[in-house]
C-alpha cells in the first residue's frame, strides 16, 4: 500500500476542512447525528458520516482513493476528547 502525502500544510489543511465543513456539510449533516465523524475530502468536497471514524474514513476512500480526508465531529470542537472530564450534574 503507497503511503499518502499530504499536499497541503497544516494550518491550510484545517482550514479547508473548516471551511468545507461550514459553508457546505454542516447543514446538510447536522440534525440527528449529533456525536458522529464527518470525513470529508478536501478537493472534491465528498463526505461521509459515521459514528466511527474508521468506518466513515474507509466509505469515503473506496469512492475517492486519492481523498485528503478531514474529520470533524458533530457539534463539537474537537473530534477526539484527552485527559479527565468533570461530570456534568443532571
Known sequence: MAVR??????E????RGDAL???EIR??????NHGKIVAIDLETGAFEVD???IAACDRL????????IWMVRIG?????????RTKRAV
Not at 61 to 68: M, N, V
Open 5 to 10: 502525502q499530504p499536499r497541503y500544510s497544516k
Open 12 to 15: 491550510e489543511f484545517s482550514q
Open 21 to 23: 465543513y461550514e459553508s
Open 27 to 32: 447543514s446538510q449533516v447536522e440534525e440527528g
Open 51 to 53: 459514528a466511527s471514524e
Open 61 to 68: 476512500e473506496a469512492s475517492h482513493p486519492d481523498a485528503q
Open 76 to 84: 463539537s470542537r474537537h473530534v477526539r476528547r484527552f485527559g479527565g
